[in-house]
């Protein structure tokens, strides 16, 4: 899961607390709410981190 450590929107200890009650492997990325427009590029190797362990 990609923790964006600067949201405004949802909290990022939520964040932090809802990945790890999922079990889920954290990636931080210190931007805000709308990782994908405006992190692209981190964000596309993250899910291709997360694409190479299910392999």
Same mark, same amino acid.
């Given at each position: 899961?990609?923790?964006?450590? @600067?949201?405004?929107?949802?909290?990022?200890?939520?964040?932090?607390?809802?990945? %790890?009650? /999922?079990?889920?492997?954290?990636? @931080?990325?210190?931007?805000?709410?709308?990782?994908?427009?405006?992190?692209?590029? %981190?964000? /596309?190797?993250?899910?291709?981190?997360?694409?190479?362990?299910v392999e």
């Open positions: 899961m990609t923790v964006a450590a @600067e949201d405004l929107l949802i909290s990022p200890e939520l964040q932090r607390r809802m990945a %790890e009650r /999922a079990g889920s492997t954290v990636i @931080e990325i210190k931007n805000g709410h709308m990782l994908p427009m405006t992190s692209p590029d %981190e964000v /596309a190797e993250v899910i291709a981190q997360a694409a190479e362990a």
